[in-house]
């Protein structure tokens, strides 16, 4: 008799010909239309595909789950998905409706980074000064079950016109200060190659957009859709930059690895945002094994996220312990541009804040006291004199050189007002301090 100890685990590379061998003979398979067209969107047709079952009780549970929040996964992925252990699996569980979705906490939101709510023109979200976020597609090949946008997967009402990219370039053009722009969805990879073109065209017309960069998961989910047509198209419009989203590696396959270096070859930097996810990567090895193999595929670790507080994600979430217990294993243990930026979404929309684990444990007027990654404690002995330059941000004076065109010059924000000469600020006072109402009143 087989058991789970005496069994030897079958190779990946195995599995993936077990489940998909009748479709890898089609010659279709590498065909991303193909992919987009036998996108699996039912129970019945994940059954057939990967040969998994599931009971009458749990096929009416997942249903539920599904009129809320849709199913799509690409045979490619889910021919990735290990039949045998498919409940624990990474790739499964990325792709699979989950009836704990259902779970709503009083804390989930449907909009928890407020994307709508900062939204001068529809697709677009201005949060911070010089950058925007241009929602120019919503389809995606894959509907990632921790989708930060879940409250738009799969609803056709939010795919954008060309009406609204239209206003989104407009209010670019019209916004000086925007000198970064963020091609989001959706996945905007799923536009046509042409129309993909057109956008990036528009927005390398605008002065003063310096770079562009892309957030798409194709190279995950859907790798067959970075062609050469694609690739060399996207060349035109240098600087470009691009940003993929691989949460676990196993996600590394040959065929993903090939994306990555027809875009590399490109000549676009890559980045990879991952999410931190119970069950699927919240492990220090795993995380280390995903930047490290990102890496040698020439992609460099961008943001670690830890999971918003969308509707439906609860069970995906984990402590901010964890977050920082993977970051302190990796500082120091591994390259340094293997390492992400560990970041919580500020739930309001307040953006993206790192967190980092201590490494400052004291100082004084002329030393600071810090721990590496060993443990080892060292002090750093600071200069005994330093004559800082005093700042009130009129960099035509300064002899520090800085050229700054009109759009450039712009007050401080936040605790940066508080650190610098040019702002009388000495505190940062919450709207609504009742003290300081006391104060108003004892005054009139
Ligand atoms: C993440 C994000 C950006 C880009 O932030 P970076 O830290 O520059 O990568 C811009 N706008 C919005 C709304 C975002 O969520």
Redesign the pocket.
Known sequence: MKTEQTKKPASRQQLVKKTAIKHILDSNWRDYHWQLENAIRTIGAFEKLTGITFSEEERKELEETMNKFPMSITPYYASLIDRENYRNDPIFKQSFPNPAELTISKYDMTDP?H?DK?SPVQGI????PD???FLVSNRCSMYCRHCTRKRKVGDPDHIPSKKQIEAGLNYIRENRQVR?V?LSGGDPFLLPDAYLDWILTELRKIPHVEVVRIGTRTPVVLPYRITDRLVNMLKKHHPLWLNTHFNHPRELTHSAQEALRKLADAGIPLGNQSVLLAGVNDCPQIIKKLNQKLVQNRVRP??LFQCDLSEGLSHFRTPVGKGIEIIESLVGHTSGFAVPTYVI?APGGG??IPVMPNYIISWSTNKVVLRNYEGVITTYKEPDSYEPIFCDRNCKECVLQLKLDEAEERPPIGVEKLLGDSDDAISLIPHGNKRLKRREKKAS
């Open positions: 980074l994307e900062d979200t201005h949060r911070y950058r925007v976020l970064d963020l961008y943001y979404d953006g993206k």
